[in-house]
């Protein structure tokens, strides 16, 4: 459930050239971390996501440790479900995407290449432990 993790790894717009690729991707990452996978009202919307995968101010306000925010712009409505979170990293390709101006971290690239390096890079972290 999104209410109460710490750790929510969110997708939007961003996967639309390979939907079910990217949630995948996303349920991978989550899987990691612990976390769970939400998603932008456009994820809802499309078919792509459940309903009770919405984060935003028609869906859930989530204060998590961290949220990973895949391909997300950063809509007003999107932010205000998540912008209380502790840590906030966010990837998209389009460097003036709004999300970047809430985020603690932020990557300008393309989720699909990035979040296996960042998948790799935890699993690394976590095995040298």
Request: aromatic content about 4%.
């Amino acid at each position: 459930d999104l209410i109460g993790a710490d750790y929510i790894v969110s997708v939007g717009r961003g996967i639309s050239k390979d939907v079910e690729g990217g949630i995948k991707l996303a349920e991978e990452l989550a899987d990691v971390l612990g976390g769970v996978v939400g998603g932008s009202r456009a994820t809802i919307d499309s078919g792509w996501l459940s309903a009770d995968h919405q984060v935003g101010q028609t869906g859930k306000t989530v204060h998590p440790k961290v949220y990973i925010a895949l391909g997300i712009s950063g809509a007003i409505q999107h932010k205000a479900g998540m912008q209380d979170s502790e840590c906030i990293i966010a990837v998209n390709k389009n460097d003036t995407a709004p999300i970047f101006e809430i985020a603690d971290y932020g990557i300008c690239g393309d989720l699909f290449k990035v979040t296996p390096m960042l998948i790799e890079a935890i699993k690394a972290a976590k095995a040298a432990k």
